[in-house]
């Protein structure tokens, strides 16, 4: 049956290719509970900075019928098979075909740490290189209210306020230092930025930034509410390495909670790095436990064109 598999370029801007290539991952989401394409990657497709790509297979009732979908371009790989044809050998087939392709080093991340993903990875000489813990919150409004106002308020004269316009510039290079070793938060231009505020979901008053007595933006807390989830997001949180350690983090998550909580909100999620112990120590000093795990892989080729295996 895998010897039938076709990847094709779908026009995204035609809506029966747009309904095929998103009805994948729409599947994937029912059975696994967790998007396999994550919000950069799907920005990227939209916008045209990676290209979408569509695995089909022949159905007498169907003529060809949408059964994998993936998203690659700018060094990244994000690849999900609709679970009905799981087990089958269509992801290997469809990642060897866009393996093909590719040239140089490639991550790609495994949403959910699927058993499938770490099959395919180690077939394909991907190494894991990365964990991204994510995590839950129950009792937003406890957390808030026993954290009292002297809690929430950071130290050396910063103050916490919401973000203003004419703060994208120094935003985006903030984000781009704090997140240098994590390219899919730390390229962000200002353009993404105001592509995320023009989101149905983005408030203004759910970005919190916090200045210091000159000023300055040194650390931020976007927070998200979307309408129709019960839950909400700790979606961007950073502080400036110069302020680390002086109780700016802390005051600010826990007045992004403060906000989620005024927001109706009455659990949250939140995104840390697997290898950052303080942070993980700190969400789990308020109540935050782990939901799920996303691990990222990288194919390393060396300068001969064989993979690498460290």
Known sequence: MSDSLRLSVPDLADPNESTGFFRVADAAIDVDGYDPFNEQARLDVQSGRRTPIVATVWSEAEHTRPIGAAIVGRGELDLVI???????GYGSVALRGLLATARGNLTAWSHGDHPAARVLADHHGFLPVRRLLQLRSGVLKSVADGAGASGTRPHDGVTIGPFRHGDE????????????????????????LRARQAEP????????????AHGRIVGYDWVKAEPDAADGEI????????HAGKGTGKALLLAGLERLAQRGRTTATVSVEGDDPSAVRLYHQLGFTEHTVDVQYRRRIDADGAFSTH
Do not use: C, M
């Open 201 to 212: 979901w983005y408030e203004a008053g759910d970005f919190l930034v916090a200045r210091d």
């Open 82 to 88: 609709d679970p009905l044809f799981r087990g089958k």
């Open 169 to 192: 510039a120094e935003w985006v290079e903030l984000n781009a230092r704090i997140f240098e070793s994590y390219p899919e938060q730390g390229r962000l231009t200002v353009d993404d």
């Open 235 to 242: 979606y961007v949180l950073g502080v400036d390495p110069v």
